[in-house]
């Protein structure tokens, strides 16, 4: 069964970056398509990025795209994201999340099977 830890939560002042992984583990190996969601209070889990396998092909809500970089460590099976000129907006739980079976991305969370607990980021004024 796949497993997700992500780091690199936190509280950053907006403008500034965080970079966040998340370790897979629990499988022979990690070629799927991987993807982050983050979800803030109140709301429903939002799509952010995913990365196709081996890591060709990514795709980005249009609110981080030129912002967010989603990156993929075949080797290390790691996935991160690097946030860049964070906003307020940008503050909830980040969520990895994994599509085993497939090498394609998706924006949509029904179609990610696996999941890790989250990690908080907060972007202050």
């Known amino acids: 069964q796949v497993q997700l830890v992500e780091s690199g939560g936190g509280l950053v002042q907006a403008g500034g970056s965080l970079s966040l992984s998340c370790v897979v583990s629990?499988?022979?190996?990690?070629?799927?398509?991987m993807g982050w969601f983050r979800q803030a209070p109140g709301k429903e889990r939002e799509f952010v990025a995913a990365?196709?396998?081996?890591?060709?092909?990514?795709r980005y809500a249009a609110s981080v795209k030129g912002r967010f970089t989603i990156s993929r460590d075949n080797v290390k099976d790691t996935l991160y994201l690097q946030m860049n000129n964070l906003k307020p907006e940008d503050t909830a739980v980040y969520y990895c999340a994994a599509r085993p079976g497939s090498h394609w991305t998706s924006n949509t969370v029904a179609e990610f099977a696996s999941w890790g607990q989250g990690t908080q980021v907060t972007v202050s004024s």
């Open positions: 990365i196709s396998w081996p890591g060709a092909n990514t």
């Open positions: 629990g499988t022979a190996h990690s070629q799927f398509a």
